[in-house]
């Protein structure tokens, strides 16, 4: 009787044993096996999110999205046409300028003192002064002077009695001026050096910016896209402790586990429950973080696919470094600096020297009390000065002013050298960072895969009670790891291309440099 007892439990315990393992492989099957992150990850995802609506979004597409309307592409577009407007500032400033000036009237009543040869007196006077002219108005950028062209025309009304009242005019047909400096600093001379370079740099710096927007871009959508699959791996997680969990109570209720088992179990549920709460407020923290970003409306949920790996796998780093230096703003503004520093030693020596001011004028003139007369008959009207400036003691402080200028030139020179330097480890760097991406992500790619395979069979060795719980967590534990590894690698695979496009101002994958178009740019004209 004892013997056939003993067999009828041992046929019991077996049986519950199989049931339960049949539930484990039940559980087991139900869960979603996804460690490429491809697009149907996503949909699966976004079926467990209770939206009427939602915005499907690829990383093209969040860029693209973000060049058009994010805060940072308008920043960076307004601060171009900032550098434009100022640039058509200085071009303008070339070019003839016609003006048109009058007074209309100048009315004097009074008495005023007058000084003549037979000694001082007042005299009332009651006057009405009108004047109008013309005036174009030209800067020399080669000399550094002003030429201008005038014509004016004057009318005097004198009111001092009424039978004294009379009216002249006095008329100036054409008159011609000229303003220059002789051995001073023509800023002109360097503005047209300084000022186009300043402007192509403005161009490429737009370009950066543009750039800059596609790496934000993808940062955020790569936080987003990993807080939405680390929320996968909880929710998994969750539902394989639930399961173990439930098992582990059938399995100590029949003995064949310790309470401290159980307990251990229950404890990673526990903890599993808390994990999928804490990646659920992360998903939120980073879907407004994109939303706001891309300026999307608040009430649409966002639906991540995740995109494969960049199409381009190794860049030459001599070959980068020769695109940088070709299409970077920086690469301009070397040049720049170097030229605005000698300008400054320029401008000091002119300033602190032996210098004349010439200035000449020539015109017609004539006056008369009948306006139909007052252009006929011109005389000439000629103006000549010439000002002289010769320092003769001044303890040193124009040779001080020089040398001060000449040392800062020097440092600006030092500066610039060592910034070309830093310029080209830069890429270098980035470049080496790149070319590493691509191993980097297959053996992320591939430890995801053995990671997750692992898992399943030490689950189920375990489910047939051949290992413990902790070797259990031990897989589950680098299964996760590697899946949020192989989003990390993506994710630095795909910034890093992004970054080494800025640095480069180039398109490695097209074989093209990235150029500006004005025409992209609205209400620019």
Known sequence: MSITNNVIASISKSFFLMVITFIGFTAQAQQVQDHSLTSSNAQALAAKQDHSSALVLTLDEAITIALRQSPDALTAM??????????RNYKASLMPMLALDATIPSLNKGIEKITSSTGDYFYPRNSADYNAG???TKNLGLTGGQLSLNSRLYRLDNFIMESDSSTSFRSTPLNISLRQPLFGYNQFRWLKKTEPLRYNEAERTYLEDLEKVSISAASAFFNLLDAQIRLKIQQTNLANNDTLYKIAKGRFNIGTIAENELLQIELSFLNARSAVEEANLTVEMRTFDLR??????????????????????QVEAQTAISHARKNRADALAFERRVIEAEGLVNKAKAENRFSIDLYAEYGLTQSNYDWQDVYRNPQDHQVLEVGINVPILDWG??????KLAESEMEIERTSVQQDIKDFDQEVFIKVMQYNMQPSQY???AKSDTIALKRYEVTKQRYLIGKIGITDLNIAQTEKDNAQQGYVSALSTYWLSYFQLRKLTLFDFVNNRPIIFNIDNIPDIN
Do not use: C, G, M, N
Request: aromatic share 12%.
């Open 442 to 444: 297959a053996i992320a």
């Open 397 to 402: 402080l124009a040779k001080s002013k020089v």
């Open 134 to 136: 013309l005036s174009l």
């Open 78 to 87: 307004h601060r171009f046409k900032s550098s434009y407007w100022q640039y």
């Open 292 to 313: 706001s970003f891309l300026r999307l409306p608040e009430d649409e949920a966002l639906i991540l696919q995740a995109p494969q790996a960049p199409p381009l796998t």
